[in-house]
């Protein structure tokens, strides 16, 4: 049974709730890894979907901000008990969350969003950049068949042969959860600004790099800045391969009542429109995006 209080409107399986922080560690370089427990939005999450979380006793900030499912975990009987997030310290509602320790209450609101489609068989490959990498454990799990996720739980049609993941970041400081990736057996491929790990250069040149070597995947999947995803976005265009970006636009309400996070989406007849990111998105078809507003 979910519990906790429905919100209205576009997102009728959505809870509100004060939740505790059941854990909160340093993964990286301004990194960190926060563990609420909320059994009823972990029930439900996807990959890709994401929750929204503020501190329920200030008013500044009085906003609350969006967070992509990292992952869920599972009690002693293995039933849902929670969610994880992983997020960077880059302002005021992140510097206080990294001061957030165990019992701590929270205000979380979510499942949020539409998440990535379960991938098909082929190489399915994820291309991340800064805090981008946070999405893809839960959609490499699912899609390695190793975790479901859902309510009633989501099964993939058809598994990939091949889960990697190409993470690009500032520096190896800056590198958080590669354990995390590598133990769900999903492959990772580096990338870092200065050299201080893996490729020296952008992450988008991994891709680029499968593609001219005959490892081209089927599909891929995209989080992180826009320059970034923009630059993806015109790589798969050029190679004929399909891939969904996810849009971390800046959001007030996240479920479809403020307009705040409207990004420009090109519609069947060849015109644009708009369509709000936390609702309609925030995962579109990358050919979709008009990156340029
Ligand atoms: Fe309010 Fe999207 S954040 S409509």
Redesign the pocket.
């Known amino acids: 049974m979910i519990e906790g209080r429905l919100l209205p409107g576009m997102v009728p399986t959505a809870v509100q709730e004060i939740v505790p922080v059941v854990e909160q560690r340093q993964l990286a370089r301004d990194t960190y890894f926060l563990r609420l427990a909320c059994p009823a939005m972990a029930a439900q999450i996807l990959p890709g979907q994401f929750l929204m979380l503020r501190a329920p006793e200030l008013t500044d900030p009085l906003l609350g901000r969006p967070f992509a499912l990292y992952d869920t975990y599972a009690d002693d009987e293995g039933r849902p008990a929670g969610i994880d997030v992983v997020y960077t310290v880059i302002g005021k509602m992140t510097g206080l969350m990294s001061t957030w320790t165990p019992g701590k209450d929270v205000e979380v609101w979510g499942p949020l969003g539409n998440g990535f489609p379960p991938p098909p068989s082929g190489r399915l490959m994820m291309v991340a950049g800064g805090i981008g990498q946070t999405p893809f454990l839960a959609v490499g799990r699912e899609a390695l068949g190793t975790k479901s996720y859902g309510l009633p739980a989501r099964a993939p049609q058809s598994l990939p042969s091949d889960v990697t993941l190409c993470y690009g970041a500032r520096s190896r400081d800056y590198l958080a959860g590669i354990d995390d990736f590598q133990r769900a057996g999903i492959n990772v491929k580096i990338a870092t600004d200065d050299g201080s790990a893996g490729h020296h250069g952008f992450v988008t040149e991994l891709l680029g790099q499968a593609i001219n070597e005959g490892e081209a995947p089927n599909l891929v999947y995209c989080c992180g800045p826009e320059p970034m995803m923009e630059s993806v976005a015109e790589i798969l265009q050029a190679a004929g391969i399909k891939g969904y970006v996810s849009l971390e636009s800046p ?11 409207v990004t420009r989406i090109l519609m069947d007849d060849g015109t644009w429109d708009y369509r ?4 309609e998105g925030p995962v579109f078809p990358a050919e979709r995006v008009l990156f340029d507003q």
């Open positions: 959001m007030a309400c996240g479920f479809g009542a403020c307009f705040s996070c709000r990111t936390c609702v």
